[in-house]
């Protein structure tokens, strides 16, 4: 007896890569992205080779330590200040003594110079909350946005945000953002 054997039906597949393109655009389109979040800063070119390293006297660096509890300390040269955190996270008064230190020019013999010697050295020990690293550094940066926003007030009688490029880079020249950053510390 012959029997007859059928072959199984094929299925057509030339509308299953559609179907994936067509998915694959769909989730394209609808998944949202998370979109890194941090501080902008500008990090200082390579050094040449042999470069000297620049002496600061120690009245011209207005130390701030983090440490692992989130306790702060600040001072000129070496902290003593305790600076506490507010309700609504400002640290109002690290602000005030930030500016109080760059704008000195030499008033008190224990404070900076001059605006462009002027170095806040932040440090923290490792396990400080980034919450707390964060609210420090945006005090840091009030500091000096309010500096050169009076600065461009006195000068050009406009806020700093209206300035053109020019007259806000000679603005930030006489208030150079020098935060330096030393590595944690472990306890």
Known sequence: MA????????INAG?????AFLLLIFFLVTTTMDVDSG??????????????IPEIHKRNI????????????AGIGSPT???????DGSISSLKDD??????????????????DKAVVSLQNQEGTSY????QVQNELTKAYNELRNEKS???YGKDFNRLNNEEQKKIKDFYPMKVSEAETKAN
Do not use: C, W
């Open 153 to 155: 007030n006195v000068d």
């Open 62 to 73: 207005f130390v701030v330590l983090i440490n692992k509890n989130n306790k702060i300390l």
């Open 39 to 52: 501080i902008a800063r500008k990090l200082p070119p390579m050094p040449e080779e042999n470069v000297e």
């Open 81 to 87: 200040n305790v600076i506490e955190i507010n309700g």
């Open 131 to 134: 919450k707390t690293y964060i």
């Open 15 to 19: 509308s299953m890569a559609d179907i």
């Open 98 to 115: 930030v500016k109080t230190f760059i704008t000195n020019n030499g008033g008190k013999p224990n404070s900076s110079d001059s605006p």
């Open 3 to 10: 029997s007859k054997r059928r072959g199984l039906p094929e």
